[in-house]
């Protein structure tokens, strides 16, 4: 990334919403191969807005940057995932279009695969700001719910987990028809409203109690956004690690009624075990959101995270839930968060993070008609 990025312009304060830049998306290229060697970073377009050129068909799966560190900064931990959006473009876009997408789509459709629609910047000149975080989410989340009512798979790019609340509001607004956050005023109870599930994939329950939104409370503020909303609160957390939470914590995690696959459970219990109760909690919701704190994988992985984990769970135990969880046809958003790049070696996080992004895109297109 060069230092002219407009992630790393200290001049400006705000949330900044940055259009699709092109110049993350380079590759090799092969002019010696088959039209088949073919990756990323050939087929992306930039996503078109509910207000553009409406003849053009929406992309199914669409890319957005939340570019803040802001929530990591106010919980205390190490900042830098501001950075991480880009950084991990530009490794996805490296990535080659597997056999198995090329063989199921035709060439002609391939610019309808994967859309980019920038990055949302938190410009909070690297100090702790009072709404800089809210303003930021607030703009990602009318980005994600623009990018579900096009029926698009919304793949939010972190950033810290503060994300989270602000994927899940992006969500809740595409499915509940509200046209922004609006905390103050409580709905009715909607009887009728989808019920929303939550995977989060983490080795913190992230349900801290702060007088104000951090990377630690994300899914204490979906909780109570959603009693205040007469809606159920369904959350799995998997990867839970006993020594990475307080007792007050996992007490809190009991009175919500939280789901959890700690990170002893992925290793030790049979796999059977782990896809029968990720299976019913799945089908206890219509709708589902997926988000995976990078910090849930061993540090030897992923070492440029916030807060590294001792212990970790695995790769493919990943990966085998993603496949459970995609085939359930209910995934309409999901993100990566916490990467931070000042902390990666040979760029291993980022990788980490660009095959699980590869892999969900990949779930996703080989379930459309
Ligand atoms: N998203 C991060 N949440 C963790 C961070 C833990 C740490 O910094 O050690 C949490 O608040 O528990
Ligand atoms: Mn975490
Ligand atoms: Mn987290």
Not at 10 to 17: I, P, S, Y
Not at 204 to 225: C, V, W, Y
Request: glycine letters at 6%.
């Amino acid at each position: 990334m060069s230092s002219s990025h407009p992630v790393t312009d200290n001049a400006k304060v705000g949330a900044e919403q940055v259009p699709f830049d092109t110049s993350l998306w380079t590759g090799r290229a092969e002019p010696d191969e088959s039209e088949r060697a073919l990756y990323w970073y050939q087929v992306v377009g930039a996503h078109q807005t509910a207000d553009d050129d409406d003849s053009k068909a929406n992309s199914k799966v669409t890319l957005v940057g939340f570019a803040c560190d802001q929530g990591v900064r106010r919980n205390l931990g190490r900042v830098g995932a501001k950075l991480a959006p880009p950084a991990i473009r530009q490794t996805f876009a490296k990535l080659p279009i597997t056999p198995i997408l090329q063989d199921k789509f035709d060439k002609a459709d391939y610019g309808l695969l994967l859309a980019d629609a920038g990055d949302v910047i938190c410009h909070d000149n690297d100090s702790l700001m009072p709404d800089v975080l809210e303003q930021t989410q607030a703009l990602y989340s009318q980005q994600v719910s623009d990018i579900i009512q096009q029926d698009s798979l919304g793949i939010g790019i972190g950033g810290g987990h503060a994300i989270a609340y602000a994927s899940y509001m992006g969500l809740w607004q595409a499915l509940n028809n509200d046209s922004k956050l609006d905390e103050n005023t409580p709905k009715p109870s909607q009887s009728n409203a989808p019920k929303i599930g939550i995977i989060n994939f983490d080795a913190h329950l992230d349900i801290r109690n702060a007088p104000k939104g951090t990377s630690g409370t994300p899914f204490r503020q979906i909780a109570e956004h959603n009693q205040a909303h007469g809606q159920p609160f369904h959350y799995c957390a998997i990867g839970i690690s006993q020594f990475s939470n307080t007792a007050a914590l996992f007490d809190r995690a009991d009175e919500l009624g939280v789901t959890i696959i700690s990170d002893d459970n992925c290793a030790r219990d049979s796999w059977e075990n782990s896809a029968k109760k990720l299976n019913e909690f799945i089908d206890q919701v219509d709708v589902l959101y997926v988000t995976i704190d990078m910090d849930a994988f061993p540090a030897s992985i992923v070492p440029g995270v916030s807060a590294p984990a001792a212990k970790g769970i695995s790769l493919d135990f990943t990966e085998r839930c993603l496949e459970v969880i995609f085939a359930s046809g209910k995934v309409k958003m999901a993100d990566f968060a916490e990467i931070n790049p000042t902390y990666d070696i040979d760029a291993r996080s980022c990788k980490v993070t660009a095959r699980l992004l590869a892999l969900m895109v990949q779930h996703h297109l080989l379930l459309q008609d």
